[in-house]
């Protein structure tokens, strides 16, 4: 596992130890910064179940601002921070060991809104599309956000989730990837005339 492009390019990062977390691919995720990037101009980006951090820090690597990598798994929360000293962005990035739901209850209390959101729970998690109503709710995403949800590739999340909607979709064998972004004006309107 390594950061694949940007500042820390090349860079070797840890694996939790044992089996509870699995890390995305560098396969899985040089095509996943091939559909919503490649690169960035700043922004905060979250990395919601953070496991290694390998996605927030391929995003800060490639230009994210500012990164916020939360999971409840002390050991993933101590790979985390000697990940983002290897990958040298440490100095842009908090990490806290938290529960999802909590750490999105304190997040919401700072006035931050997310313009990258990475969601890869553990498989046998569904509930993505409540937690990005409730980021919603609370004012985490930015109307221009791009997020990404990982999921068991059997797994069909909605097409619309509040204002969000499905920008793009791939399978990697047993990952399902599936983007959001807000609805604009001319996407809703698009919409709106397509029902009609």
Do not use: C
């Not at 694996?15 to 960035?40: C, H, N, Q, W």
């Not at 999802?100 to 990475?118: H, N, Q, S, T």
Request: hydrophobic residues 40%; without cysteine; charged residues 25%.
């Amino acid at each position: 596992m390594r950061v694949i492009s940007g500042t820390a390019r090349g860079r070797s990062l840890k694996p939790v130890p044992g089996m509870g977390t699995r890390p995305t691919t560098d396969k899985v995720k040089e095509a996943l910064f091939s559909m919503i990037g490649p690169y960035f101009d700043g922004g905060y980006v979250l990395d919601l179940f953070a496991g290694t951090g390998g996605l927030g820090i391929e995003a800060l690597s490639r230009g994210a601002g500012q990164g916020i990598f939360v999971d409840k798994d002390p050991k993933a929360v101590e790979v985390v921070k000697h990940n983002v000293q290897t990958a040298g962005v440490a100095n842009r990035s908090e990490v806290y060991r938290n529960d999802a739901k909590r750490a999105l209850k304190a997040l919401a209390k700072r006035d931050i809104a997310f313009e990258l959101i990475f969601l890869d729970p553990p498989y046998r998690l569904k509930d993505a599309d409540e937690l990005l109503e409730g980021m919603w709710n609370d004012g985490l995403i930015s109307e221009s956000a791009i997020i990404v949800v990982e999921h068991d590739s059997k797994h069909v999340y909605p097409n619309e989730i509040g204002p969000l909607y499905v920008w793009k979709k791939a399978e990697y064998g047993e990952i399902g990837v599936t983007v959001y972004r807000v609805y604009g004006q001319t996407e809703k309107e698009a919409a709106q005339e397509q029902d009609a």
